[in-house]
């Protein structure tokens, strides 16, 4: 559908699937612990999964200042401030809104929780008054590899605005991310209320005296301000004005709704795209319909939420045949969901008129309903039929190689993440290289919550008791490869290839090593001592090798230590993954050396020509603690 279409479609469209509610509870639940799978820096105890582990920990040490902390954007790495301090702003929302059904979901804390991490890390972005912080990490740089957050090896720049190169989208939504904080912390932290809304005004100031994104450069194609500052302007005054009844902040954001864009060559609003990172002027009208009364902010929202819904002036946004209102190609989901939190919002309002308020509720619920499974499978990972497996998403996907098809299935599953959906006729393919449908991101699942509240608040829905997202490990996270490069009656070579797969969590291996374990009765019946044996090296990336050191002398059990301390070992690429030593244990010459019962040769038997086995009977320590294997003497 589009264009004029039948303006009965938004009912016919809701009976695509006879189930009439879903649990929102249960997706509530999830939606919010998405956040914590996009965590930077230092994790707290508190954190309910075990495959996201620290990470970033040196964010800001080019520019001597702690920018650690806060959200990594999407499927990707860098941290962009302008959709983040977005999300941060919706989910304060969506609290503001809906505090009771949160509360009564049992999901107000984690909010609040996810909240207050990325508010944190928009204070340290704010060193002094006229300064900020808007970006760690360069897009294109990031964008070259492929692996989980804890193992990043790249360059992270930061970047900031100031005075001279100011960045007035980003200060000011970012101002308006710390006023709502404000305004929602009030109740339960007013001592951080306050910070919050110190810098706010610090960050309102700032940018409403500069009022130009000169200096905001370094997001230029991945999060450029297309529509410019006033409506991050208008945002921020407005909610600095909820936080503190100040009447010169509310002066300030409706004097600048003369500069939001407008509709085409008229004079009205703009009304035909959505709330989003870059143009929140759709909220603000909201906002100040509900302070105000005026009309104008009346008119603009219900122009705005009919064409969305039944249409404006005969004009109407395209539907798929299963009833998603269709904006863009690139994350149409967000766009539903977020205008479906708005129609909620609005149609709570007594303000809205009144013919409208079913139609307006009953948008929202077709459109989050469409995410959550209604055209027959859900958009959400982890969450009802049919969900999404494969999102395009590093961490999640959790590859050890650099490569988006090692291995080729997700080692995690990114609970909660809405993706991005479906082409205008409903397909979805999903595939981890389909960025335009399958990505996830922070600003995809900000408005999500709010909907998803609101419906919770309307229909109930349960969520699941003390859920956690604690996976089995599913595949061995460091062990050794092995071959015989050669060998001969009295000396044998080894190939041996240390892996680091490690991925709950992904973790940096720069104090690995592994034992060769040999028995070398023969020798000393013959006389020998172990001190007689000699071990060389033909082939090293990084391993000091031992001489033959004793592990059970009474029985003649020996072994070589390759230790790796120094040399990072971590899941980042074929280079990184493993590294390889090559190592020839020799005995005297008058001994005959039988390795079959040498401990570790157990599989290595006939695997010959440079090829390697994987065997548990050449163990792994990580800092000298066994991480992997047996031991001679050990229980199997």
């Not at 005296?209 to 230029?220: E, I, L, P, Q």
């Not at 300030?252 to 609003?269: F, H, P, R």
């Not at 072994?559 to 990072?568: C, I, L, N």
């Amino acid at each position: 559908m589009g264009g004029n279409p039948d303006l009965t479609g938004l009912e016919s469209a809701n009976s695509v699937k006879a189930q009439s509610n879903y649990n929102y509870g249960e997706a509530l639940q999830k939606a919010i612990m998405f956040y914590e799978f996009q965590r930077s820096g230092k994790l707290p105890k508190t954190i309910r999964n075990n495959w996201r582990g620290d990470s970033g920990l040196t964010d800001g040490a080019d520019a001597g200042i702690d920018l650690t902390g806060g959200w990594y954007d999407a499927g990707d790495h860098p941290k962009f401030n302008l959709p983040l301090a977005y999300t941060a702003a919706m989910l304060a929302w969506s609290v503001y809104e809906s505090r009771d059904a949160l509360k009564q979901s049992g999901q107000l804390d984690y909010l609040l929780e996810e909240i207050k991490w990325a508010t944190d890390y928009l204070i340290k972005c704010h060193p002094s008054a006229n300064v900020f912080y808007y970006q760690v990490g360069d897009g294109n740089i990031d964008h070259s590899w492929w692996g989980p957050a804890e193992v990043m090896q790249m360059v992270r720049p930061s970047f900031k605005v100031d005075l001279s190169r100011p960045g007035s989208s980003v200060v000011a939504g970012s101002a308006a991310a710390l006023a709502a904080a404000g305004a929602v912390f009030a109740e339960s932290n007013p001592a951080y209320a306050a910070e919050c809304i110190r810098h706010a005004k610090e960050l309102f100031a700032f940018a409403d005296s500069t009022k130009s994104d000169a200096g905001y450069t370094a997001a230029n194609g991945f999060y450029t301000s297309f529509s410019g500052f006033y409506d991050e302007l208008s945002w921020a005054g407005t909610w600095l004005y909820l936080a503190t009844g100040e009447a010169t902040y509310l002066n300030k954001a409706e004097s600048y709704v003369g500069n939001w864009g407008t509709q085409g060559q008229s004079n009205a609003i703009a009304y035909k795209w959505a709330h989003n990172w870059d143009d929140v002027h759709y909220g603000t009208a909201i906002l100040l319909a509900r302070i105000t009364n005026k009309a104008i902010y009346k008119t603009a929202t219900e122009m705005h939420l009919d064409y969305w819904s039944t249409g404006y002036n005969g004009d109407r946004i395209s539907y798929t045949p299963k009833g998603l209102a269709w904006l863009d190609s690139w994350g149409a989901l967000r766009y539903a969901t977020t205008t479906a939190f708005l129609a909620s919002v609005y149609a709570d309002w007594s303000g809205c008129t009144a013919s409208k308020v079913s139609t307006y509720n009953t948008f929202a619920k077709q459109q989050v309903d469409y995410a959550l499974g209604s055209a027959g499978h859900s958009f959400v990972v982890g969450f009802g039929e049919n969900p999404p497996k494969r999102p395009h998403h590093r961490t999640a996907h959790s590859s050890w190689a650099d490569s988006q098809s090692v291995p080729n299935y997700h080692r995690h599953t990114i609970y909660g993440a809405l993706v991005g959906g479906p082409g205008r006729d409903d397909s979805y393919t999903d595939d981890i290289g389909n960025y335009v449908n399958n990505e996830i991101a922070c600003d995809y699942n900000a408005g999500f919550v709010g909907a998803l509240a609101k419906l919770y608040g309307k229909y109930g829905g349960t969520p699941i008791a003390d859920f956690k997202a604690i996976e089995p490990v599913t595949n061995d996270e460091f062990f050794v490869e092995a071959g015989i490069n050669a060998s001969g009656s009295n000396f044998i070579e080894i190939k041996a290839l240390l892996n680091n797969r490690s991925g709950w969590p992904a973790k940096m291996g720069d104090k690995l090593s592994f034992k060769y374990f040999i028995d070398i009765s023969e020798a000393a019946k013959l006389g020998y001592k172990a001190s007689d044996f000699t071990v060389t090296t033909n082939y090293n990336n990084g391993a000091v090798v031992s001489k033959l050191l004793p592990w059970n002398e009474a029985a003649n059990i020996y072994y070589v230590s390759a230790d790796f301390t120094g040399t990072k070992i971590y899941p980042g690429g074929q280079s990184a993954y493993r590294k390889e030593v090559q190592f020839r244990i020799a005995a005297p010459g008058a001994v005959t050396w039988n390795n079959a019962n040498d401990f570790s040769y157990k599989d290595l038997s006939g695997v010959t020509s440079g090829n390697t086995v994987k065997t548990p009977y050449i163990p792994v320590y990580d800092a000298g603690v066994k991480v992997f294997g047996y031991e001679p003497g050990g229980t199997v």
